[in-house]
């Protein structure tokens, strides 16, 4: 059993920053890649940005330049670091493990972004 707790959302006014967070806890024996998803209200879930356990990252074109994921190996921790960030921004963001081939899911934390 994996669990994943995200932590930093809230609202933020547009070209603000915010710093989200992903725990992992539980029968973790080789995390392949963590990762952001996101989604909006209407909109199917997108990949924001993904990190290999090697530290290769990968981001959806729209967040380019403005957002960057991190990770600790040590505490099977997470981060996304969200600047300049827009309106279309707003979203649940979700945490992902890949172990295995298994995918695992937080919750989600909204991230909201005012004009």
């Known amino acids: 059993q994996v669990q994943l707790v995200e932590s930093g959302g809230g609202l933020v006014q547009a070209g603000g920053s915010l710093r989200l967070s992903c725990a992992a806890s539980?029968?973790?024996?080789?995390?392949?890649?963590m990762g952001w998803y996101r989604q909006a209200p209407g909109n199917q879930r997108e990949l924001v940005a993904i990190?290999?356990?090697?530290?290769?990252?990968n981001y959806v074109d729209s967040v380019k330049d403005r957002f960057t994921i991190s990770r600790d190996n040590a505490k099977n921790t997470v981060y996304l670091q969200m600047n300049s960030l827009k309106p279309e921004d707003t979203a649940i963001y979700y945490c992902?493990?890949?172990?295995?081939?298994?995918?695992?899911w937080g919750k989600g934390t909204l991230v909201t972004v005012s004009s």
């Open positions: 992902n493990l890949n172990s295995w081939g298994v995918d695992y």
């Open positions: 539980g029968n973790i024996f080789r995390i392949n890649t």
């Open positions: 990190i290999t356990r090697g530290g290769s990252t």
